[in-house]
């Protein structure tokens, strides 16, 4: 059952086109300044991923995006793949080197101009010019259209007043605001000549060089919070706080000095969801961070399953590995291909984020795909996230509630992950929304034929439904797949056809249910909107756990070598299969799956969990982490050798005379001589 695998070929194909920078951000991971320490105050823990953020720095990779007249190379992808790794130090240090290189440095570049980026953009790049990214409001988080920040424009002195014009306006949750940020990338109401042209950026200094607040900046310390202990976030408000013209960040809407304003996009709609996409890079990290937390917690969860034992089943004497038990595979393996499917899935979407920010293809309907893979994976990865560290804290007992063994910590860090770069709930509706324009576009262009291929299909669905054929048990996916016998649940192609089918059904059905929306009023069509806000949301997780399924196949497809081909064939059906099995009820209900079929997933998926469980630590030592990026104690082999101590304490003891004897074991034997007696006297007495 076990494969003979190398985990270093496992390797490659997990860190994929940008291994160098992975490995170059794990090799960044081991330094010691960079780890955090559970018991290090508030003020140690910040100054440490400071540290850590310098680090970086030094190595180069933050300048890697930049033009090469700036003296980068136009890598996007680069610096991502290898901060993303940085989560194995410290998801602080992820997230703070994200503000201040992927967010702040990230808004220069995408927003400003040459002149812009000559003045600040390398100093923010090379770690010299701290900064803020200064979106989010009290009132408003993921609604930043309706930001309450304003700048307006005096034309008399050719400058912005930057101000906060009620509580509820204050800048909340600013990474780096706390403690460490010199000047901040502030989103507001551009204002001139008595227009509002919607939400803009502008460099503001907030701290001079030797960090005190400027006049007309108050600044307050978030403290602490749920996780996340080494970013010092806080809050910002400003009181007529005045900047040049020149700070406006003007790609997309300038002013000049009469304050007229100009930009390159009439429509203010399409303007700020353009701006808004420049700065998608932060979704894009966040998947990728969220995969290496989750891989991170599987590497511990997994040796300490293969070493802990608990409860004697073979024998009265040895007890069972933690991983040699049903439910314990159960719990780890399908974990372990969700991340797989979650890290192949996280590959094209870099690849599709270099495309698109550097030329190869920036085409809008590439951009378009980029925004709604990174909103809806970002979403869904951050969710598994959370998940799979809880089950490897449970799977690891009390073990896995220790501080020492990094589990609660990783969760407590990655639960903000949910909620930021764009609450979760609401990327789902922004990647629905977008499927749904993509099906009526393809709708509104359709031939004759296709639509009467389309209307017939539907035609044939609706009178399998009326003359009862689908709930006799034979599922619509038989008749146009009779080939796929019941046998082959594991079939790719069932697989795929089952997935593809929830989600086109999700979407045309949605489509249907909003159609009248077009004719309504403004209220009423919000009404019909938020009456299948659920639906919008499952649609888009459909969508996601589709992408997942079809990069974890591609992967499979790819591998020449047949051992490690089989094990991916095993780790797509697992994710698969699992999926099909999470979501019965639907296909079962749709008529896409027969009840005979149907139970077969429990069975099925219970084999897989075992064939997979026998290669567990191959799976994870692909990962590429050593003893100082886990710096678990249960992962260091010392429960091995806890058991082995505790294996040789009962084998002397049981050597000695003196051996307490278990009474269970005493009147077992007890028990045995009386039923002996009894027998030889039954003998005594027939012989007589």
């Not at 018991?39 to 090469?68: I, S, W």
């Not at 070493?307 to 372990?336: C, G, S, W």
């Not at 030329?359 to 893979?373: C, H, I, P, Y």
């Not at 009779?482 to 059904?505: A, C, D, F, H």
Request: proline letters at 3%; glycine letters at 8%.
């Amino acid at each position: 059952m076990k494969l003979s695998l190398d985990p270093q070929a496992i390797n490659n194909a997990l860190d994929g086109r940008w291994a160098e920078a992975r490995r170059q951000g794990r090799t960044l991971a081991l330094e010691e300044i960079t780890h955090e320490d559970p018991a290090d105050d508030l003020e140690t823990t910040r100054a440490k991923t400071l540290a850590g953020v310098e680090l970086m720095a030094d190595t180069g990779l933050p300048m890697v995006a930049l033009p090469p007249a700036l003296g980068g190379r136009n890598e996007h992808a680069t610096n991502i793949a290898s901060f993303e790794e940085t989560v194995t130090a410290s998801p602080s240090l992820q997230v703070k080197a994200g503000v201040q290189f992927g967010l702040f440095g990230g808004a220069i570049l995408h927003l400003g101009n040459a002149e812009q980026h000559d003045a600040w953009l390398v100093a923010a790049q090379t770690g010299k010019l701290l900064g803020s990214f200064a979106m989010t409001e009290i009132g408003h988080g993921s609604d930043v259209a309706a930001i309450g920040t304003t700048a307006t424009y005096e034309v008399e002195k050719d400058e912005f007043v930057i101000d906060t014009p009620f509580r509820a306006a204050t800048k909340e949750y600013i990474g780096n605001a706390a403690r460490d940020a010199r000047a901040a990338v502030v989103f507001a109401q551009l204002i001139t000549n008595g227009v509002n042209h919607g939400v803009h950026a502008f460099f503001v200094p907030i701290r001079d060089e030797d960090g005190t607040i400027l006049p007309g900046i108050s600044i307050e310390d978030d403290g602490y919070k749920g996780g996340l202990k080494g970013v010092d976030n806080g809050r910002i408000v400003f009181e007529q706080v005045r900047i040049p013209r020149f700070n406006l960040l003007d790609r997309y809407g300038a002013v000049d000095a009469d304050g007229k304003y100009t930009s390159p996009i009439d429509s203010p709609g399409r303007r700020f969801f353009t701006m808004l996409g420049t700065l998608v890079q932060g979704r894009v990290s966040l998947d990728g961070a969220a995969i290496v937390a989750s891989k991170l917690a599987l590497d511990i969860a997994v040796r300490y399953g293969l070493e802990r034992k608990q409860f004697t089943t073979v024998d009265d004497i040895n007890e069972t590995t933690l991983l040699d038990y049903q439910q314990h595979q159960r719990r780890l393996m399908p974990a372990i291909a969700s991340v797989y499917a979650s890290a192949f899935a996280h590959e094209k979407l870099l690849n599709s984020f270099e495309e698109v920010f550097s030329g190869a293809d920036e085409s809008e309907e590439n951009r378009a795909l980029l925004e709604t893979r990174a909103a809806a994976f970002k979403a869904d990865t951050t969710w598994m996230a959370l998940d799979v560290i809880q089950e490897c804290r449970e799977a690891c007992g009390g073990a896995g509630y220790m501080a020492e063994n990094r589990l609660v910590g990783l969760r407590a860090d990655l639960d903000i992950y949910a909620t930021f770069e764009g609450d979760n709930t609401v990327l789902l509706q922004l990647a629905a929304k977008r499927l749904l324009g993509d099906y009526a576009k393809e709708f509104a262009n359709i031939d004759v034929g296709g639509a009467a291929r389309y209307i017939g299909t539907q035609a044939a669905e609706h009178t399998l439904y009326r003359t009862g054929l689908a709930n006799a048990g034979l599922a619509i996916s038989d008749v146009f797949t009779p080939n796929l016998g019941e046998k082959r649940i594991r079939s790719g192609r069932l697989q795929r056809s089952l997935l593809e089918t929830r989600l086109e059904v999700m979407v045309s059905g949605l489509a249907q249910a909003l159609r009248p929306a077009m004719k309504m009023s403004a209220a009423d069509a919000a009404d019909l909107f938020n009456s299948n806000q659920h639906e919008f949301i499952e649609m888009a997780r459909a969508y996601v756990e589709l992408e997942k399924w079809k990069a974890l196949d591609e992967a499979m497809r790819e591998q020449q070598d047949p051992v490690q081909n089989k094990l991916f064939r095993r780790l797509r059906d697992t994710y698969g299969l699992s999926l099909i099995e999470k979501h019965v009820g639907w296909h079962l209900m749709y008529g896409r799956l027969p009840m005979l079929r149907a139970r077969q997933l429990n069975e099925t998926l219970n084999r897989l969990c075992a064939k997979l469980s026998a290669n567990a630590l191959d799976l994870v030592d692909a990962f590429g982490y050593g003893d100082d990026h886990r710096r678990a104690t249960i992962s260091t082999g010392v429960e091995a050798e806890r058991q082995d101590e505790a294996a040789d304490y009962y084998r002397h003891s049981r050597a000695q005379e003196d051996y307490a004897v278990p009474e269970k074991q005493l009147r077992k034997a007890e028990k045995a001589a009386k039923k002996a007696a009894e027998k030889d006297a039954r003998k005594a007495k027939a012989g007589k």
